[in-house]
């Protein structure tokens, strides 16, 4: 109010602030402190306003008073201008009323990748040198050749800041670690009684979440840990039909080491098998794998081959034809491999199968859907595409990149373009040269 300089600029000038609304007293109501004559909404409004007419007052003929206000939060919220501003004649309302709440918002276009950058980033030259590789890391070379360099040679991985819940990797981690302990927990997991499967697990889950993030979670978190449980009772349903079927828990989160032999062309399988489950009547092996989605596994594992992809060299290797003689392309190998693994090392001549038990946040879809057209001729193809994919990652095969990710945690280091942003690896050999020269 004191402040003389002839032109005044007020921020955040939006009802939450201005005038703003007193802390409410559940002995005290704002009507009570009117009558007593205390500060009040009335008063602290009256207040407000009369501040305003002042500054813009003091500011009358050449000078000038700028007043703004933000449209929304960070969050996204809609934000309301001050109902100070609001206080006009009858004849002056309709526009002012129409200058705070335009028809049609300026929407600004996102920003447009520089035509030119100022450099391009040049990684160091490395060698992948693992005597072992995982169904994920298979994946992530899958996806794209050269993001799999950065994260799985160089090391490079997004962090991830500000977060006010929990991550997909998190509720991962702990509906596995509840699944691992229910798993062994073998009077309960031999159990045909949906409700006593359910209340262990919640029990379970409750105990999981109080060591993750205390006795007071935020909101956010105390959701999701909700939804969690509404799944986890969906699944103590599914998991009863199971054992009533001849379904028997045979091993959870069972490693594949060296000592299952399962080789790569040269490199080793590795890996954690959610769960293999043995049938008592069929003797039939399964093995499983938790998802917190609805994809069924073959959706997730491959997908069609389009004509441009079947003639690209740098793609067409990961094609393979199916039963019916269509092209497909693999973009996860996961559970062909473990079920192929399982036959050579657990099965003894039993057949082996591959489900998803999906834990999707729709509990009426939390089902296990078992991968029917997962055969040996689809296994064996599945680890043609692994040993090819070994044979590329240590010849030193990372690129070109791919250009059409639908989720890239480099996307912002790339700034739209990464042919552009990253220059082609003649240039890092270079680079690697002048740094040994230097030395």
């Known amino acids: 109010l004191w402040e003389p300089a002839p032109g005044l600029v007020i921020t955040g000038f939006n009802d939450e602030h201005v005038p703003g609304t007193l802390t409410a007293d559940p002995f005290l109501p704002d009507k009570a402190k009117a009558a007593l004559g205390l500060p009040c909404q009335a008063t602290r409004r009256a207040r407000d306003a009369y501040f305003?007419?002042?500054?813009?007052?003091?500011?009358?003929?050449?000078?000038?008073?700028?007043?703004?206000?933000?449209?929304?939060?960070?969050?996204?919220?809609?934000?309301?201008p001050s109902r100070l501003?609001?206080?006009?004649?009858?004849?002056?309302?309709?526009?002012?009323?129409?200058?705070?709440?335009?028809?049609?918002?300026?929407?600004?276009?996102?920003?447009?990748?520089?035509?030119?950058?100022?450099f391009q980033l040049?990684?160091?030259?490395?060698?992948?040198?693992?005597s072992a590789i995982s169904p994920t890391a298979l994946r992530r070379y899958l996806q794209c050749p050269f993001r799999f360099y950065l994260t799985d040679v160089l090391g490079m991985e997004s962090v991830s800041t500000g977060l006010r819940e929990l991550s997909p990797a998190t509720v991962g981690d702990l509906i596995h670690q509840v699944f691992k302990a229910f798993a062994d927990e073998t009077a309960v997991a031999e159990s045909r009684d949906a409700g006593i499967i359910a209340a262990w697990l919640e029990a379970e889950l409750d105990r999981r979440a109080a060591l993750y993030f205390g006795a007071e979670p935020l909101f956010s978190v105390t959701l999701q840990v909700e939804s969690l449980r509404q799944r986890l009772a969906a699944?103590?349903?599914?998991?009863?039909?199971?054992?009533?079927?001849?379904?028997?828990?045979?091993?959870?989160?069972?490693?594949?080491?060296?000592?299952?032999g399962v080789d790569l062309g040269g490199v080793i399988l590795s890996g954690k098998i959610d769960r293999i489950d043995r049938n008592d009547k069929t003797g039939m092996l399964r093995v499983i794998d938790y998802k917190t989605s609805r994809k069924k596994p073959e959706e997730a594992h491959h997908r069609s081959a389009r004509k441009e992809l079947l003639a690209d060299e740098n793609q067409s290797w990961k094609c393979f034809d199916d039963a019916r003689g269509k092209a497909r392309c693999w973009t996860d190998l996961q559970l062909p491999l473990y079920a192929r693994a399982v036959s050579a090392k657990l099965a003894d001549g039993a057949p082996v199968e591959a489900a998803y038990f999906l834990l999707p946040a729709t509990v009426s879809e939390v089902k296990t859907h078992v991968w029917e057209g997962l055969d040996a001729d689809l296994m064996d193809a599945a680890g043609d595409c692994a040993c090819e994919a070994v044979r590329r990652i240590r010849d030193g095969v990372f690129w070109p990149p791919v250009e059409d990710l639908r989720f890239d945690d480099f996307a912002e280091l790339f700034q739209g373009d990464v042919m552009?942003?990253?220059?082609?690896?003649?240039?890092?050999?270079?680079?690697?040269?002048?740094?040994e020269l230097a030395l």
């Open 52 to 80: 305003l007419k002042a500054m813009a007052e003091q500011r009358s003929g050449s000078r000038t008073l700028h007043i703004v206000l933000g449209r929304h939060t960070a969050e996204g919220d809609a934000l309301r």
């Open 85 to 118: 501003l609001l206080d006009a004649s009858d004849d002056d309302l309709p526009l002012r009323v129409k200058h705070l709440f335009p028809a049609e918002d300026e929407v600004q276009a996102p920003p447009r990748p520089l035509r030119t950058q100022a």
């Open 235 to 260: 699944f103590a349903e599914k998991q009863a039909e199971l054992r009533e079927q001849g379904w028997r828990i045979l091993r959870a989160e069972e490693k594949i080491q060296a000592d299952w």
């Open 420 to 435: 552009k942003a990253v220059a082609p690896p003649e240039s890092w050999l270079v680079e690697k040269v002048a740094e």
């Open 122 to 130: 040049t990684p160091p030259l490395r060698k992948w040198t693992r």
